[in-house]
């Protein structure tokens, strides 16, 4: 199924700009899932301002950077036409596997100047805390965030992998306009507080890895033997051995319903995050990751795929039978503060 249409908009929230109703994850592009290709990354970021897709994400830990000096380029050939995402508060060291967190008003503002510079803009139109450092209280961070906003270094505030609770703490503090978080047939802890806080507060949901990282378009089945190993799902709890063996079995239905639509199993993943919101009754702009303009045009005409109720039905029981949980180590997730 793939489609010349440009996809529908949608407002990001009850305070955010219109956007394209899928946005574009810029991550692999840089880093984290194997060898890239620049020329065959700038034309895929091409074809998704043609298919109408404006929001465009990154962070400043992507490839420590050069995922946005990557994407300046093109944000300064169509500024006014996209919607540019990128998040603070994850920091690298020179261990590869080291993550430490950042949420301080003093750290916040050092970020956004290498973000701003790096992008080669004046301003960021989403800012996103990428993780939340319980030491830090939320208000004090959400209160430097805004203060980017009144002196228009951001226009708008996002947050990543934080719990209901939190969402409504920080939106009483200034508007929240997005809430990035992974949502996926594999991956619904989300909806237990943070979906229906979000819907309650007219927060849009941006859902991360909305392809499961590509496991469910069944592109790979075991890491561990089909993906170097420098790739980051490599040594992923849920993709290689007995773990990917069981959780490729939940494929099945996937695909069955893709094949009766002349679908494939990734449209049907990216059609099944939009219907389960609307269920839940809001926004929702996943931003599937891709290096290729072929698969961003599938992904797109995902937008135009509606499952029945009884496929839905079909899918339903998948989170729950999924081996492996979605991170080695869950402690930086919203499900390891959920009550
Ligand atoms: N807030 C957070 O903590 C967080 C965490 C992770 C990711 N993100 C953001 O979310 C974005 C998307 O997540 P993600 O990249 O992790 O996972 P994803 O979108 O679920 O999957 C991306 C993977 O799927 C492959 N793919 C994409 N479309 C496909 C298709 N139609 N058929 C077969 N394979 C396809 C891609 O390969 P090719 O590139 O080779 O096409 C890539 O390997 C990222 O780019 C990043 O901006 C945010």
Redesign the pocket.
């Known amino acids: 199924m793939t489609s010349g249409q440009t996809i529908p908009q949608v407002r990001l929230g009850a305070t955010g700009p219109v956007v394209g109703v899928q946005g574009l994850?810029?991550?692999?592009m840089s880093e984290f899932?194997g060898d890239t290709d620049e020329a065959a990354a700038r034309d895929t970021l091409d074809a998704a301002l043609e298919a109408g897709v404006t929001l465009i994400?990154?962070?400043d830990i992507y490839g420590r950077g050069a995922n946005e000096e990557f994407l300046a380029p093109f944000v300064a050939a169509h500024r006014d036409e996209i919607t540019l995402a990128t998040?603070f508060a994850v920091v690298r060291t020179d261990d590869p596997a080291h993550r430490g967190l950042r949420n301080d008003p003093a750290y916040i503002r050092s970020a956004v100047e290498g973000s701003l510079r790096r992008l080669g803009v004046d301003v960021i139109d989403l800012y996103y805390m990428?993780r939340r450092d319980p030491s830090v209280p939320l208000a004090e961070s959400i209160g430097a965030m805004a203060d980017l906003v009144r002196e228009g270094k951001v226009k708008h505030l996002g947050l990543?992998?934080v719990t209901g609770e939190e969402l409504r703490e920080a939106h009483a503090v200034h508007p929240i306009a997005a809430l990035?978080s992974?949502w996926?047939l594999f991956s619904r802890d989300v909806e237990q507080s943070a979906v229906p806080a979000a819907a309650e507060l007219g927060v849009a949901l941006v859902p991360?890895?909305?392809?499961?990282?590509?496991f469910l378009?069944g592109?790979f089945t075991d890491a561990s033997k089909e993906l170097s190993e420098t790739d980051y799902r490599y040594a992923h709890p849920r993709f290689s051995g007995d773990n990917a063996r069981r959780n490729a079995t939940l494929l099945e239905p996937i695909r069955s319903i893709a094949a009766a639509h002349g679908a494939?199993p990734?449209q049907v993943a990216l059609a099944w995050v939009h219907q389960r919101a609307a269920v839940h009754g809001l926004a929702v702009i996943p931003?599937?990751?891709?290096?290729?303009r072929s698969?961003l045009l599938?992904?797109t005409a995902a937008t135009h795929l509606v499952l029945t109720d009884s496929e839905l039905d079909l899918l339903e029981p998948i989170a729950d039978q999924v081996a492996g949980s979605r991170y080695a180590d869950m402690s930086s997730t919203s499900a390891a503060r959920e009550k």
Not at 208 to 214: F, I, W
Not at 287 to 292: F, H, L, V
């Open positions: 994850g810029a991550m692999g899932y994400d990154t962070a998040k990428h990543s992998e990035q992974e996926s991360y890895s909305p392809l499961g990282r590509g378009t592109a494939t990734a931003i599937p990751g891709t290096r290729k698969r599938e992904n």
